[in-house]
């Protein structure tokens, strides 16, 4: 699975200005889409977290 570095990295790669108006066009809306994905996996990443901890949570007597 991909990184949320790894996706931005991609991302910038996409924008680097060097390409024909198509091409960039195409790499834009592929460079938007690593971003969402990195995005996404942070979000996951503190959903997971969290969920983690509510079970560690549980788990405690007390």
Known sequence: MLKPEECRKLAERANDGRSASRLANVLVS?????????????????????????IASRDVPG
Do not use: G, H, P
């Open 30 to 54: 592929v460079s938007n889409t690593y971003l969402a994905l990195a995005s996404q996996l942070e979000l996951l990443a503190s959903v997971e977290s969290q969920e983690s901890a509510r």
